[in-house]
C-alpha cells in the first residue's frame, strides 16, 4: 500500500530527506578567500565607493580592479559584523536551502511531490560542489529560480514573459544578479538555449509541435540589458570574456578550474549525475521518439563545461537533477518510482556517512 504524504509515516520520510539534504550542504565555512572579500566590504562600507584598483594582494597592488562581486561582498561584511562566522554559516545555509522549495516545485510541476523525501537528498548531493560560503552561492539560487520559470513555461506553452510589463521584473532580476556575482552569465546561456531548444523543436515537429512563442524573443535582451545595470556597465561583459581566454591557463594552478576526477570524492555524486542524466534522456527517447530540445541542448553545454572545469559542476548537477526527474516521471509510474527512491535515498546517505561526514566530524 502506498503511503500518503499527509500521513505520519509520509511526513517522517520527508522529514528524514530535508535533513539528509541540509546534511549535504551544511559543511563548515573554509573558502580561503573569503577575508579577501570581507576586506573589499569594509573598503567598500567605510569609503561610500567600490575600488577602483587592488590593494588586497601583493602582485597585483594598485592593478585596475573590477570588482564585479561588490553587492555580495558588502552582504558578506554586514552579515560578520552583526554575527561573526556563525553568520557567515548561517548565510551560506540559508541562501543554499532557498533552493529547496524552488526544487520542490519543480518537482510539483512534473508531478513528483510525493518522490520529494529521496529526491531533495538528491538535489544536497547536486549541491554539494558549492556547499562552502562564496559568491556563486547567489547565481545557484538565482540559476534555479531561472530554470523553474522557463521549465514552467515550457510544460504549460504559456507565454513568458507574457506582457511588456513583465520585462521589467525579468530585468531587474538579472540586473541583481549582475551585482552579486558574475554567474548570470550562466542565466543568459540558459535563456538563449531555451529559446533555440523551443524553435528546434517547432521545426522538428511542425505539425504537432507549438510554435516557440512562449519564450518572448525579447528575453534575451531584456535580460543582458538588466545584467548592465552595474556600476561598471559593458566592462562586466568583458570582464567575463577575459575569464573565459585565461580559463585554460587557470586550470593548471587554480583547483576549481582543473578538471574533475575520480580521485576527489567530492566529484562523485556529478560523475553519477552525468551517466544517469544521459541515460535517463536516452532512454526517454527511445520511448517517446523525441526530447525538449532546450534541456538537451542545455545539459550538453554544462556536461562540457563541468568536463572541462570543477567550477562548472554545481550547475550542471542542478540541471542534470531537475531533467531527470522529469524523464523519471515519464518513464516509470510514481509507485514504481518512489519504490526506486528508498534505494537512492539509502545511497546518498551512505554515501554522505561514510565518505563525507566523516571528514567533519572527527
Same mark, same amino acid.
Given at each position: 500500500?502506498?503511503?500518503?504524504?499527509?500521513?505520519?509515516?509520509?511526513?517522517?520520510?520527508?522529514?528524514?530527506?530535508?535533513?539528509?539534504?541540509?546534511?549535504?550542504?551544511?559543511?563548515?565555512?573554509?573558502?580561503?578567500?573569503?577575508?579577501?572579500?570581507?576586506?573589499?566590504? #569594509?573598503?567598500?562600507?567605510?569609503?561610500?565607493?567600490?575600488?577602483?584598483?587592488?590593494?588586497?594582494?601583493?602582485?597585483?597592488n594598485?592593478?585596475?580592479?573590477?570588482?564585479?562581486?561588490?553587492?555580495?561582498?558588502?552582504?558578506?561584511?554586514?552579515?560578520?559584523?552583526?554575527?561573526?562566522k556563525?553568520?557567515?554559516?548561517?548565510?551560506?545555509?540559508?541562501?543554499?536551502?532557498a533552493?529547496?522549495?524552488?526544487?520542490?516545485?519543480?518537482?510539483?510541476l512534473?508531478?513528483?511531490?510525493?518522490a520529494?523525501?529521496?529526491?531533495? *537528498?538528491?538535489?544536497?548531493?547536486?549541491?554539494?560542489?558549492?556547499?562552502d560560503?562564496?559568491?556563486?552561492?547567489?547565481s545557484?539560487?538565482?540559476?534555479?529560480?531561472?530554470?523553474?520559470?522557463?521549465?514552467?513555461?515550457?510544460?504549460?506553452?504559456?507565454?513568458?514573459?507574457?506582457?511588456?510589463?513583465?520585462?521589467?521584473?525579468?530585468?531587474?532580476?538579472?540586473?541583481?544578479?549582475?551585482?552579486?556575482? /558574475?554567474?548570470?552569465?550562466?542565466?543568459?546561456?540558459?535563456?538563449?538555449f531555451y529559446?533555440?531548444?523551443?524553435?528546434?523543436?517547432?521545426?522538428?515537429?511542425?505539425?504537432?509541435?507549438?510554435?516557440?512563442?512562449?519564450?518572448?524573443?525579447?528575453?534575451?535582451?531584456?535580460?543582458?540589458?538588466?545584467?548592465?545595470?552595474? *556600476?561598471?556597465?559593458? #566592462?562586466?561583459?568583458?570582464?567575463?570574456?577575459?575569464?573565459?581566454?585565461?580559463?585554460?591557463?587557470?586550470?593548471?594552478?587554480?583547483?576549481?578550474?582543473?578538471?574533475?576526477?575520480?580521485?576527489?570524492?567530492?566529484?562523485?555524486?556529478?560523475?553519477?549525475?552525468?551517466?544517469?542524466?544521459?541515460?535517463?534522456?536516452?532512454?526517454?527517447?527511445?520511448?517517446?521518439?523525441?526530447?525538449?530540445?532546450?534541456?538537451?541542448?542545455?545539459?550538453?553545454?554544462?556536461?562540457?563545461?563541468?568536463?572541462?572545469?570543477?567550477?562548472?559542476?554545481?550547475?550542471?548537477?542542478?540541471?542534470? /537533477?531537475?531533467?531527470?526527474?522529469?524523464?523519471?516521471?515519464?518513464?516509470?509510474?510514481?509507485?514504481?518510482?518512489?519504490?526506486?527512491?528508498?534505494?537512492?535515498?539509502?545511497?546518498?546517505?551512505?554515501?554522505?556517512?561514510?565518505?563525507?561526514?566523516?571528514?567533519?566530524?572527527?
Amino acid at each position: 500500500m502506498e503511503e500518503n504524504p499527509e500521513s505520519l509515516s509520509g511526513r517522517s520520510w520527508l522529514a528524514a530527506g530535508v535533513l539528509v539534504a541540509l546534511g549535504a550542504i551544511a559543511m563548515p565555512v573554509l573558502n580561503p578567500d573569503l577575508y579577501w572579500h570581507l576586506s573589499a566590504g #569594509k573598503y567598500i562600507v567605510q569609503n561610500l565607493r567600490l575600488p577602483a584598483a587592488d590593494f588586497l594582494s601583493w602582485t597585483e597592488n594598485a592593478a585596475p580592479w573590477t570588482d564585479f562581486e561588490w553587492l555580495a561582498q558588502i552582504v558578506y561584511y554586514g552579515v560578520h559584523s552583526l554575527a561573526g562566522k556563525a553568520g557567515f554559516f548561517a548565510l551560506k545555509l540559508l541562501v543554499l536551502s532557498a533552493t529547496f522549495p524552488v526544487f520542490y516545485a519543480l518537482l510539483s510541476l512534473y508531478g513528483l511531490k510525493r518522490a520529494a523525501f529521496f529526491a531533495l *537528498p538528491v538535489w544536497g548531493l547536486a549541491l554539494m560542489a558549492n556547499s562552502d560560503l562564496r559568491p556563486e552561492n547567489f547565481s545557484i539560487l538565482f540559476f534555479i529560480v531561472l530554470l523553474w520559470r522557463l521549465e514552467a513555461a515550457r510544460i504549460t506553452g504559456k507565454a513568458w514573459p507574457a506582457s511588456p510589463g513583465a520585462f521589467a521584473p525579468l530585468a531587474a532580476f538579472f540586473a541583481l544578479w549582475a551585482n552579486l556575482h /558574475a554567474g548570470f552569465a550562466y542565466g543568459l546561456l540558459l535563456l538563449v538555449f531555451y529559446a533555440a531548444g523551443a524553435w528546434v523543436d517547432w521545426k522538428l515537429r511542425p505539425a504537432g509541435g507549438r510554435k516557440p512563442g512562449w519564450l518572448s524573443s525579447l528575453a534575451v535582451p531584456a535580460a543582458a540589458a538588466g545584467a548592465l545595470m552595474n *556600476p561598471f556597465g559593458f #566592462k562586466l561583459y568583458a570582464v567575463l570574456l577575459q575569464h573565459a581566454a585565461q580559463a585554460g591557463a587557470m586550470s593548471r594552478y587554480l583547483a576549481e578550474w582543473a578538471p574533475p576526477s575520480l580521485a576527489n570524492i567530492w566529484h562523485w555524486p556529478f560523475m553519477v549525475f552525468l551517466l544517469v542524466s544521459f541515460s535517463l534522456l536516452l532512454k526517454r527517447f527511445l520511448k517517446e521518439r523525441s526530447l525538449p530540445m532546450a534541456q538537451l541542448l542545455t545539459l550538453g553545454w554544462l556536461a562540457f563545461e563541468a568536463s572541462r572545469h570543477t567550477r562548472h559542476i554545481v550547475f550542471f548537477s542542478m540541471a542534470a /537533477a531537475v531533467y531527470s526527474f522529469d524523464a523519471a516521471a515519464r518513464l516509470w509510474e510514481p509507485a514504481a518510482l518512489r519504490r526506486r527512491g528508498r534505494f537512492i535515498f539509502a545511497l546518498a546517505l551512505v554515501y554522505l556517512s561514510l565518505l563525507v561526514w566523516p571528514r567533519y566530524l572527527a
